[in-house]
Structures are given as C-alpha cells and as structure tokens.
C-alpha cells in the first residue's frame, strides 16, 4: 500500500515537531518552500498511506466537506508537483482528490 | 493556502528555524557530493549522534571531505549559490576549513583536515570513512562517522575550544562522564587516527609532548595566547621551511575575506592599508599586555 504522493527525488523535507510545518527545499540550490497549516496537513496525508481516500482525510482534519476543498488541494498539489517538490507514486486513480 | 518561498524577504526567512536550514544544507552538500563523485563525512552540529550530548545546540553546518575530493566540491559548490567567505588558509591557526555562505542554507564549514588526526589528512578520512554510517539530515541520508568515531572528533574540537563552556560541557558529557568500557572505545579510535597530541589536551598530558612541532598549536588553542604566539606556533608547525615561510608571510597580510565580512561589504583599499598596520600592531599591544599582567602577577 502507498502514498499518493512522495517527495521529489531532489526535494528535502523536514518536519517541525508538532506537525504543523512542513519545509521542503529544492536541492541542491534552494528554494526552500515553507507550508504551514493546511498546507502541511496536505503535504502529510498525501504522503502517507494509504492513497485511497487521502483528500478525505485532510477534510475531516480541518472539519470541511471534501467537495469544499477538493478544488483547492488539487491546484496546491499540482502546484507542488509543477516545483518537482511532490511525484504522484504508483495507480494514479488512487492519487487523485476523492478516490 | 500557506505557502511561501523562504528566500530573500527577511520576515519569512525567520519564520524557518536555524537549524532546519542546517539540515538543509547538510542535504544539499550530500546531494552534490553524491553527483560528482565525492566523499564527505558529516560532523559535528545536526550531525551528531543526539545521545552522545542531548540538546547541544549549534549555528553552522560541518563536513569533512575526502582530501583529493575538496577542489572538486567547492567548483561544484560555487554553482550551486554557495559564496566562499573564508578560505583555508585564513580559517583558523589549523588551516583545516573553509566557510561558504548560501542565502537559503546557511553557513557551512567545510574541512579537508580534522584538526589533530592523522597520520595524513589522507589516511584519517580513510579511517573514519572505513566504519561510516549514515543519518537523515534535511530528508536526505548523509555518511556520518561511527559513533564512538563521532565521540573522539567532538573531544578533538573541545580541546581546541580553551575557557568555551560549550567545550567544557562537551568533555563532561562525552568523556568526564564516561565508563572505563566507553572511554576505551573512544581511546581506540584516538589510536586509530593518530590523535594523542589533540587529545592529551582532554587528558590533562599536553605538557608530555613539548616536543612535538604542533605542541604551541595545541597549547595555545587550549589555554589562550595571543595573535603572536598564535603565528609563532602556525610557523612552528608548519612542515619544511618552505611551508614556514608562506605561514610567516601570511601572519603579515590581511585577510581580504575575513574582514569583507566583518565590514558587511567590499573592503577598500585604504581599509586594507589600515589593517595591514593594524594587525601587527594589536599583536604587539597584546604581546606587550601579556607580558605585563605576567610580572604583575
């Protein structure tokens, strides 16, 4: 079983203690990208697995229905994959928001 | 959404803590080190095992390259946004490290020698990389240097660290503290590189070794000394004459890199003058303070 997303092959990410930022660099030279908040509950669930259902976790995280965010955390994860910061991993079907 | 680039605006640079951007910059050396073929040991720093000093705290990044690799990595270094802001030669009495800058990362200092291992600089990354591990660092695994291999090195550094409290507090965690079973690890990897002048600074035996050339290096790292004594052990220390004589020709000249970052900007050459006649100077004052505060003694 795995994530939707992992990490880019040259992105480096560091978790602060309490979950709540996430700061990914772009190595070798930067930038380095913070996401704080929503932001990094994203980042998290869709890193983890399992893919099926990863948008449906970040809602019930910050208590919305999925069809109110599910618009937004594709553009932000399409943001990030535009970076090279996130890959979309293995059955694509399984990665997008709402599967 | 709250996403930022954490780049030039100062506010949001502060909003990542220091030593995020340290492991970040431990990441990015082992990234290019990985591309080009080179071999670095991480030190020291994010790169210490945690349980030999919990919670030691630290500002810069360290890495210790295989010697014949150093050239290569500060080329490749240089196209990756990393600035040299000192160079090896006005690191410090050891000449052992160079300093880079990089807007995002931070400060890194980037050894081709550990002080007060041997036999070579060579032969001493040989050793510590025979045994490496690695560790996470900035999300990318990086080669750090066996455990008890990590103890010796830090009470290589404490040693140099004279009245330092950070030192202090290194040496009573790593070594005061330590069972004979852990202390004869750590002896061994002092064997293994060569390490006893360095390291009889921590046993209390420097005294022993008046006659090694790196003897003055070590006394006057540990207990203090002014900028002369200083290069008078540099020069002493210095293998062959002709090595001495580039060390004694350097304590005259100013160190164009060091004081572009004391000054915050590009040095004139009337400052240049100015602290070409200022340095010799200060060293005598010292010299002559020193000397006063010994008769009055």
């Known amino acids: 079983m795995s994530a939707a997303y992992r990490p880019g092959p040259d992105a480096g990410v560091t978790v602060s203690d309490d979950g709540m930022s996430v700061y ?6 930067g930038p380095l990208v913070v996401l704080d908040g929503a932001a990094a509950l994203i980042w998290a669930e869709a890193t983890t697995a399992p893919a099926t259902g990863w948008v449906a976790r970040v809602a019930e995280l910050v208590g919305q229905p999925e069809e109110a965010i599910a618009a937004d955390v ?4 399409a943001d990030l994959s535009a970076r090279e910061l996130l890959v979309p991993l293995g059955a694509d079907s399984d990665a997008r928001p709402g599967a | 959404m709250a996403t930022h680039e954490a780049t030039a605006p100062p506010e949001v640079g502060a909003t990542v803590p220091l030593e995020v951007r340290i492991g970040f910059a431990h990441a990015c050396l082992q990234w290019v080190a990985d591309r080009c073929g080179a071999d670095l040991l991480h030190v020291k720093g994010a790169a210490l095992d945690p349980t030999l000093v919990p919670g030691r705290g630290f500002s810069d990044a360290d890495v210790l ?3 014949e690799h150093v050239r290569m990595l500060l080329d490749e270094l240089r196209h990756h946004g990393w600035e ?13 490290s160079a300093t880079l800058r990089h807007s995002d990362f931070g400060l890194l200092d980037l050894h081709r020698i550990y002080p007060g291992t041997g036999p070579t600089p060579e032969l001493a990354f040989d050793t510590l990389w025979s045994e490496h591990t690695t560790t996470v660092l900035g999300g990318v695994e990086c080669a750090v240097p066996a455990r008890d291999a990590q103890a010796a090195l830090l009470l290589l550094h404490a040693a140099r660290g004279g009245s330092d409290p950070k030192a202090a507090h290194d040496v009573e965690w790593v070594w005061t503290s330590a069972d004979e079973t852990r202390r004869a690890r750590i002896l ?4 293994r590189l060569d390490a006893g002048l360095g390291f009889s600074v921590i046993t209390g035996t420097l005294d022993d070794h008046r006659d090694d050339p790196a003897y003055d290096l070590w006394r006057v790292a540990s207990r203090g000394g002014t900028r002369m004594e200083e290069w008078r052990a540099r020069v002493r220390a210095a293998r062959g004459l002709r090595a001495k004589l580039t060390v004694a020709s350097r304590s005259v000249l100013v160190n164009v890199e060091h004081l572009t970052i004391v000054r915050g900007r590009p040095v004139s050459r009337a400052e240049i003058v100015a602290e070409f006649f200022g340095r010799p100077a ?10 006063a505060r010994g008769r009055r003694r």
């Not at chain 1, 990914?24 to 030279?29: H, I, Q, T």
């Open chain 1, 24 to 29: 990914v660099a772009r190595l070798p030279g």
């Open chain 1, 74 to 77: 594709t553009a932000f994860v």
């Open chain 2, 65 to 67: 390259a295989r010697p």
């Open chain 2, 84 to 96: 040299l802001i000192n160079s090896f030669a006005y690191g410090s009495s050891f000449e052992h």
């Open chain 2, 188 to 191: 061994e990897w002092v064997d």
């Open chain 2, 282 to 291: 200060r060293g005598l004052r010292e010299q002559v303070s020193r000397r």
